[in-house]
């Protein structure tokens, strides 16, 4: 007898291969996933202008990153002892002005030459509410916990995001013909609209979404938000807050997208990696016995052996944590 509610994957499409290049963009939910990706040596780019929660400024964020415009020192603002921009997260913010451009256009060089290189970009959008600057009627990515008389607050409709979505998309799809994109909803819930709130919040975007994999075939929807709250909907898959999923729902919907969406030789992949990845985590009580420094030899040549094997991988900082340990 089954006890819970399965939800049903979605059947094989495109398969994500580990030499793919990927961009996440959106909720702090994206991040979970984009450091599962990263720490399995995905070519990955996670959140280029920070944590985005509403799907209109992801797609603005997308927009710069493509036109390749840095940011001038009057695309910031200032609070006092602080420089900061409206689209990124605080974690941009300096109380030096070149120090916060220069974090900024750093990113939105490397974002801009991954997302011209990008096999695909996954989407996790948290809010359908967005909040508008005043000052110019801009919708903003961050508030920076500003005055709230400074914005305007409304939510926007699942119409108004599939427009903002389908010219942007087709337009990077004829600059990578294999490009593929893959929308999933938060299942984080937000509390501060109110459950009722929340729920049409999370409607618009589902709709979005589902109205944009309709129309382009290069679109795929994977259901993070639905596994979360029909599947695993007891409140032991949450964190304290009972709002944000717990590392157990997290790893859960983590091995339902690699199902859907790994190739076989993705998997290969990432059980070689695991093994090195235990073995580097490894503490014994005597990191010099002669046993130790023959186990670390044998990390050592693995990881040499699958950056031949596969020589995009990004594998530095492992060999110098290697040779580091094998010199003492």
Same mark, same amino acid.
């Given at each position: 007898?089954?006890?819970?509610?399965?939800?049903?994957?979605?059947?094989?499409?495109?398969? /994500?291969?580990?030499? @793919?290049?990927?961009?996440?963009?959106?909720?702090?939910?994206?991040?979970?996933?984009? $450091?599962?990706?990263?720490? $399995?040596?995905?070519?990955?780019?996670? $959140?280029?202008?920070?944590?985005?929660?509403?799907? #209109?400024? #992801?797609?603005?964020? #997308?927009?710069?990153?493509?036109?390749?415009?840095?940011?001038?020192?009057?695309?910031?603002?200032?609070?006092?002892?602080?420089w900061y921009s409206l689209m990124h997260h605080s974690s941009f913010s300096s109380a030096d002005v070149t120090e916060c451009l220069d974090k900024i256009n750093q990113r939105i060089i490397a974002g801009?030459?991954?997302?011209?290189?990008?096999?695909?970009?996954?989407?996790?959008?948290?809010?359908?509410?967005? +909040?508008?600057?005043?000052? @110019?009627?801009?919708?903003?990515?961050?508030?920076?916990?500003?005055?709230?008389?400074?914005?305007?607050?409304?939510?926007?409709?699942?119409?108004? /995001?599939?427009?903002? +979505?389908?010219?942007?998309?087709?337009?990077?799809?004829?600059?990578?013909?294999?490009?593929?994109?893959?929308?999933?909803?938060?299942? #984080?819930?937000?509390?501060? @609209?109110?459950?009722?709130? $929340?729920?049409?919040?999370?409607?618009n975007l589902l709709l979005a979404a589902d109205k944009i994999c309709r129309e382009l075939d290069f679109c795929h929807y994977f259901p993070s938000y639905e596994i979360l709250i029909d599947e695993l909907r007891d409140y032991r898959f949450y964190a304290d807050d009972m709002m944000h999923p717990s590392p157990l729902a997290i790893q859960y919907v983590w091995e339902c997208f690699g199902n859907c969406y790994f190739s076989s030789s993705t998997f290969s992949f990432m059980k070689e990696w695991e093994k090195i990845r235990r073995g580097l985590a490894h503490r014994p009580f005597n990191p010099e016995t002669e046993a130790h420094q023959a186990f670390l030899s044998q990390i050592l040549l693995k990881i040499e052996e699958l950056k031949e094997k596969f020589p995009y991988?990004?594998?530095?900082?492992?060999?110098?944590?290697?040779?580091?340990?094998?010199?003492k």
């Open positions: 007898m089954e006890f819970r509610t399965k939800v049903e994957l979605p059947l094989k499409g495109p398969e /994500i291969h580990h030499a @793919d290049q990927l961009m996440m963009w959106g909720s702090c939910f994206s991040e979970h996933i984009g $450091n599962l990706l990263s720490e $399995n040596k995905f070519t990955c780019d996670v $959140n280029p202008f920070g944590v985005l929660y509403n799907p #209109i400024s #992801i797609a603005s964020s #997308i927009q710069r990153l493509l036109d390749g415009l840095p940011y001038q020192e009057q695309d910031l603002h200032q609070e006092p002892g602080q801009h030459e991954h997302l011209l290189h990008a096999d695909w970009l996954i989407f996790t959008w948290g809010s359908s509410f967005v +909040y508008t600057w005043k000052e @110019d009627g801009r919708i903003v990515g961050n508030c920076h916990k500003l005055p709230a008389r400074l914005f305007e607050r409304h939510m926007v409709s699942a119409d108004e /995001i599939a427009t903002a +979505y389908l010219p942007l998309l087709q337009q990077l799809r004829s600059l990578r013909p294999h490009l593929q994109c893959l929308f999933t909803v938060s299942p #984080i819930r937000h509390l501060k @609209d109110g459950l009722h709130g $929340n729920q049409l919040s999370k409607a991988l990004d594998v530095q900082k492992e060999i110098k944590l290697c040779q580091a340990q094998l010199k």
